[in-house]
Structure formats: C-alpha cells, structure tokens
C-alpha cells in the first residue's frame, strides 16, 4: 500500500496531508517534527479521525529522517507573521508551534493592517519579539512598511527584530532593505531549521 493509499486510510486532515506532502517536497528536515505535531494533536483533541499513536508507528517511519534531532530554544517568542500568501503564514506559523519558540503567533496580510496591530498592541504592551516581513505585498508592501514603521510612534519598538522572508532573489531588494535597516534576510521556501535558528540569533 502506497503513503498516499495509508495517510487516506487513517483519513488525516487535509489540510495537514496537503502541508505534510509539500514539506515531503520542499522541506524534507522538518517531516519528523511536523509529523509528531499532528500525531500530538489529533491525540489530544481525541478526534475520531485518526489514531495518532497507529499513525504515529505505522506511517511516520516511511516519512520522518530517523537521524533529525529536535531543535532547542531557551526562550518563547511573541512572533508576527506579514504576508499576504495564507499558505506560507500557514507553513510558517505550522513551524513555529511545532518547534515551541514561540507562544504567540499573529498573522497581517500587508503593512498597513501590520501597523495598525503594532499600535494596539503597544497601548496593550504586547508587542511582538519578532516580524517575518514579505516584500511583496498589495496595500502597503514591506518596504512601505519598514519606511513607516521607522517613523510610528510605537514605543519600545526598536525592541523588535524583523525579518524579511521573500521569494525575490533581487540584489535591489535586498539592498533597499538593507538601507531601511534589515540585516536578516531569508529566502521562500524557508526550512524549519533555518527559521528557527534565525530568530534565535536574533532575539537569544
């Protein structure tokens, strides 16, 4: 019987199916900890679909890396996703509660409705630890972002670290970024294990 015909069996979400095969494709390293993400999950919400811990034995040595080690973090984050492609702040927020840097994940679709969550969250002194910024966006891009971001004012912002996350390979873009104050860039798609020890160089 073929993963596809047993994932099927065990009748798994297909939302996760879909994000466990793309990852299969695209970011092999982060298979065995996404694998016991959902097992946990469907076991804890005692869901009717799936018997994680049969999952978990039978399907997941077909698909995990037996020699990947879990990834460790001293601190939690408050992180806040920027993009306008829902699959990627999907992928990443996915990510990021599966390796536990992060207790507070929040998602914006363009940098006006990031600004506009900034603002509130400093009246509420909830500010995020950190921001993955797309380039690419409609409303206000990222880099109308970083320009207004530079001149709001939001207290103890200088306290966050932002990221730019793209998919552009342009030197430009990186270079106008730079000027606007970025030092980190990360290019889609990202694996699990360069996310993740970006922001922990970032915010130890």
Same mark, same amino acid.
């Not at 199916?17 to 299969?24: A, G, N, R, V, Y």
């Not at 603002?119 to 990222?142: A, H, R």
């Not at 004012?153 to 342009?170: E, F, H, L, N, Y």
């Given at each position: 019987m073929t993963t596809e015909s047993r994932l099927e069996l065990f009748k798994l979400d297909p939302i996760d199916q879909k994000t466990l095969f793309w990852m299969m494709d695209n970011k092999p390293d982060s298979v065995r900890s996404w694998i016991n993400y959902i097992s946990n999950t469907y076991k804890r919400n005692r869901t009717s679909v799936i018997d994680a811990e049969k999952f978990f034995n039978e399907v997941a040595p077909e698909l995990a890396d037996n020699d990947m080690q879990p990834l460790h973090h001293r601190t939690t984050k408050s992180i806040l996703l920027v993009d306008d492609d829902k699959t990627f702040n999907f992928?990443?927020?996915?990510?990021?509660?599966?390796?536990?840097?992060?207790?507070?994940?929040? /998602?914006?679709?363009?940098?006006?409705?990031?600004?506009?969550?900034?603002?509130?969250?400093?009246?509420?002194?909830?500010?995020?630890?950190?921001?993955?910024?797309?380039?690419?966006?409609?409303?206000?891009?990222?880099?109308?972002?970083?320009?207004?971001?530079?001149?709001?004012?939001?207290?103890?912002?200088?306290?966050?670290?932002?990221?730019?996350?793209?998919?552009?390979?342009?030197?430009?873009?990186?270079?106008?970024?730079?000027?606007?104050?970025?030092?980190?860039?990360? /290019?889609?798609?990202?694996?699990?294990?360069?996310?993740?020890?970006t922001i922990s160089e970032l915010t130890p």
């Amino acid at each position: 019987m073929t993963t596809e015909s047993r994932l099927e069996l065990f009748k798994l979400d297909p939302i996760d199916q879909k994000t466990l095969f793309w990852m299969m494709d695209n970011k092999p390293d982060s298979v065995r900890s996404w694998i016991n993400y959902i097992s946990n999950t469907y076991k804890r919400n005692r869901t009717s679909v799936i018997d994680a811990e049969k999952f978990f034995n039978e399907v997941a040595p077909e698909l995990a890396d037996n020699d990947m080690q879990p990834l460790h973090h001293r601190t939690t984050k408050s992180i806040l996703l920027v993009d306008d492609d829902k699959t990627f702040n999907f992928l990443h927020a996915r990510m990021l509660e599966i390796s536990g840097i992060s207790d507070q994940i929040r /998602t914006t679709l363009n940098g006006v409705q990031a600004l506009e969550l900034l603002k509130k969250s400093s009246l509420e002194e909830n500010l995020p630890d950190v921001i993955l910024l797309d380039l690419s966006m409609p409303v206000m891009d990222g880099f109308g972002f970083l320009e207004a971001f530079k001149n709001a004012d939001i207290p103890d912002k200088d306290s966050i670290s932002i990221i730019v996350v793209t998919s552009s390979s342009d030197n430009r873009d990186r270079n106008k970024a730079k000027e606007l104050g970025i030092e980190r860039f990360l /290019t889609k798609p990202v694996s699990e294990k360069e996310l993740i020890e970006t922001i922990s160089e970032l915010t130890p």
